[in-house]
């Protein structure tokens, strides 16, 4: 079945970056885009991205244009979203979120990461 | 490109049917059929409801039904559970190759 596991928990200082990978198994991580959503505590859903892992190709929210890269390494099936010059309202849990494919829609998600911006 | 607009809250008693609404412009629900529905439980990541408007993945239960008017898509529960509580929201694809999500309402059983 399909599986994301995304890394740990991160405490990052402003202005700083944070990494946060999510390994997919249980289906041709080639074939399926991935997207990026971020929930603020106690807030709605926010989507940042989405990735092509088999091109490489990327499509961002306009707002994270300037501060988000999303990666993907083919031979661990993994892919990676790194914030950049992160400030306190960065704080949330991030998601990877598998893009339904034929279905615009996000039909697997990860457990989630918490990224807390404190300083 | 602004969040999708939904109301805050929702309340139904056991039994009852409760809608949804989700507001966006003719640029998202209104010019796509790629609506979607999600449930999402305290501290739980959120599951699939409706896919494409009216559309249900498979094992998610026949009291959940999507529709869309215009610009307005929205969700239905029928005979409302208590383990139907919990925050829904609302997805579109839109006309600049984006997603946008909606604020979020929060179902309560009564």
């Known amino acids: 079945q399909v599986q994301l596991v995304q890394s740990g928990a991160e405490v990052k200082k402003p202005g700083a970056s944070v990494k946060v990978s999510c390994k997919a198994s249980g289906y041709t991580f080639t074939s399926y885009y991935m997207h990026w959503v971020r929930q603020a505590p106690g807030q709605g859903l926010e989507w940042m991205g989405i990735m092509n892992p088999g091109g490489g190709s990327t499509k961002y929210a306009q707002k994270f244009q300037d501060r988000v890269t999303m990666t993907r390494d083919t031979s661990t099936s993994t892919i990676y979203m790194e914030l950049s010059s992160l400030r306190s309202e960065d704080t949330a849990v991030y998601y990877c979120?598998?893009?339904?494919?034929?279905?615009?829609?996000?039909?697997?998600w990860g457990q989630g990461t918490l990224v807390t911006v404190f300083s | 490109q602004s969040a999708l607009t939904q109301p805050a809250s929702v309340s139904g008693s056991p039994g009852q049917s409760i809608a949804i609404s989700c507001t966006g412009t003719s640029s998202d629900v209104g010019a796509y059929y790629y609506v979607s529905w999600y449930q999402q439980h305290p501290g739980k990541t959120p599951k699939l409801m409706i896919y494409d408007v009216s559309n249900r993945p498979s094992g998610v239960s026949n009291r959940f039904s999507g529709s869309k008017s215009g610009n307005t898509a929205s969700l239905t529960i029928s005979g409302l559970q208590a383990e139907d509580e919990a925050d829904y929201y609302c997805?579109?694809?839109?006309?600049?190759?984006?997603?946008?999500f909606g604020t979020g309402t929060k179902v309560t059983v009564l």
């Open positions: 979120a598998r893009d339904g494919g034929s279905f615009y829609v996000f039909d697997s």
């Open positions: 997805s579109s694809y839109t006309s600049s190759s984006t997603y946008v």
